[in-house]
């Protein structure tokens, strides 16, 4: 599996930015997908998953009712749509798969074997 993420760019506060994360080769329905995020001297933090097969969403609290996550199964593709950007937003975003069937989707990036290339996203106040 392949992800080639894209849609970052500079925004100013209280900007929308969607970011798209296609993937190549076959995804699973046990697969789940997730977007993270890393800020300059930050660790990596989870923002949202999604499972393939059901549709549903988790969101970090941070970004809890701004941010949606999607999917369209025609295309291979996962959507982030970032509403009301804030400057604490601004980070490279990864998407990324995880083949292992789970109840819920996991939140810790070493579930994720799969990862793209990340997409600078940056917010001016």
């Known amino acids: 599996v392949q992800l080639q993420a894209s849609g970052g760019g500079l925004v100013r506060a209280g900007g929308s930015l969607r970011l798209s994360c296609a993937a190549s080769g076959r995804i699973f329905a046990s697969y789940d997908m997730a977007w993270f995020r890393q800020a300059p001297g930050w660790e990596r933090e989870f923002v949202a998953a999604?499972?393939?097969?059901?549709?549903?969403?988790y969101y970090a609290d941070s970004v809890k009712g701004q941010f949606t996550m999607s999917r369209d199964l025609t295309k291979n593709t996962v959507y982030l749509q970032m509403n009301a950007l804030k400057p604490e937003d601004t980070a490279v975003y990864y998407c990324?798969?995880?083949?292992?069937?789970?109840?819920?989707?996991?939140?810790?990036?070493?579930?994720?074997?799969?990862w793209g290339q990340g997409t600078l996203v940056t917010v001016s106040s």
């Open positions: 999604l499972s393939w097969n059901t549709g549903s969403t």
């Open positions: 990324a798969a995880d083949p292992v069937a789970r109840a819920v989707s996991s939140r810790s990036a070493i579930h994720y074997a799969y």
